[in-house]
């Protein structure tokens, strides 16, 4: 199961995984603004006539974030004391929409797949989970708090079902990719020096590997993945 399917990084794992696995479920969060997205670079001519490959979409089940107007206060307080509050109001309802955001698409998605998987896993006796973090989940850098947070939740998610998941024969890593080579990151970063950046494919691999029996290896490992060297 690929979450994520039609990004840069889940269209390669999903290329990379039809090779090796008897079926890849593809996992993707739509919303209806954007119309329905793709899993895989070939999802139209692959996966549509490809059995062994289901496709899910995803909706968000909740309106968003609610905006609720500061009333002004009653009595004597002065205009600029309120215009204050609200700005400082407003602005920490914006900060925490960010964690919200950032919360809900890394590590709500982590737990709830995971949640979703282990039971039968469990079950079978074994397992791989591969989660996507990043390096400021283990040291944030300035103005990263809420990203930061989130995908330093993934980690300790992760280490959690490693350790309580091996008498299982289940093993759970986080990746911790550094600067992916996307077309997004390339126009956002046109001045950037490229050939360390680390390809969707070759990230794909490495997850490929921790799904084999042989990548039962490792477990609980929060793995870099920062590019050629």
Known sequence: MVTGASGNLGS???DTLQDVCAGVVCVNFSDPRHGTARAGRQWKSRFAEDRRHRHLQT???SGGCRQV????SA???????????S???LSMMTVWALWEKFMS?????????SAAVL???QEAGYGRIVHISAAPGQKAGARQAAYAASKSAVLRL??????ENRKHGISANCILPGTIDTPQNREAMPDAKTDTWVKPESIARLIAFLMTPEGGVTTGGAIPATGKV
């Open 12 to 14: 390669a794992v999903v």
């Open 59 to 61: 909706r968000s089940l």
């Open 69 to 72: 107007p500061l009333r002004p």
């Open 75 to 85: 009595g004597s307080m002065a205009s600029s004391i309120r215009s204050a509050v």
């Open 87 to 89: 700005a400082w109001a």
């Open 105 to 113: 698409m890394n590590a709500k998605t982590a737990y709830c797949i």
């Open 119 to 121: 039971k039968p896993m």
């Open 158 to 163: 992760t280490e959690a079902i490693a350790a």
